[in-house]
C-alpha cells in the first residue's frame, strides 16, 4: 500500500489546493506527495511542500484525516495533516510539480469540485469540529 501525506492548509476560509488538468477537466489537489524510502510522514509532507510550493510550514503533531483508496491503480493510505505557512507565499516550482496553479478555493465550494483526495465534505465536517473519527475509511475516488 502507498502511503500518501498531505496538507490541509486553510486560510481566511479558504483551502490551498494546487490544479492540474485531465481529461478536459480540472483536479484540485491537495498539496503533498508520497514517502521516501526511511521517511517519516510530517517530514515528507514539509518537504513537499517546500518543493513543489516553495513555502516553510507547521506542521500539527497528529494528523486530521486518514483515508483509503482501493482501486485498479493500487491502494493508496491518504494521512492529512492540519498545516500553517510559517514563511513564503505558495508558488508552483514547475521542476517538482506538473500543477498548472496553486489555488485557494473556499471552504463552501470544495463539494463543487473534484478534488484528490475526495475528501471535501470531510474536510468541511472536520473544520466545524463535527467529524467525530478522524479515520474516514475507504474513499470513492473520481478519476479523470
Do not use: C
Not at 50 to 60: F, G, N, S, Y
Amino acid at each position: 500500500m502507498k502511503v500518501r501525506v498531505a496538507a490541509i492548509l486553510i486560510q481566511d476560509h479558504n483551502l490551498l489546493t494546487m490544479r492540474y488538468h485531465y481529461g478536459g477537466q480540472d483536479l484540485y489537489n491537495l498539496p503533498g506527495g508520497n514517502l521516501e524510502f526511511g521517511e517519516e510522514m510530517r517530514a515528507a509532507l514539509a518537504r513537499e511542500l517546500d518543493e513543489e510550493l516553495q513555502i516553510k510550514t507547521r506542521i500539527a503533531e497528529d494528523s486530521a484525516l486518514i483515508a483509503e483508496v482501493h482501486n485498479e491503480k493500487g491502494d493508496t493510505l491518504h494521512v492529512l495533516y492540519e498545516a500553517q505557512i510559517v514563511s513564503g507565499i505558495p508558488v508552483l516550482n514547475p521542476k517538482e510539480t506538473t500543477a498548472l496553479e496553486a489555488v485557494w478555493l473556499p471552504l463552501e465550494k470544495l463539494e463543487e469540485i473534484n478534488m484528490y483526495p475526495a475528501v471535501s465534505k470531510e474536510i468541511k465536517n472536520w473544520k466545524a469540529g463535527l467529524l467525530k473519527e478522524r479515520h474516514i475509511g475507504e474513499i470513492e475516488q473520481v478519476w479523470l
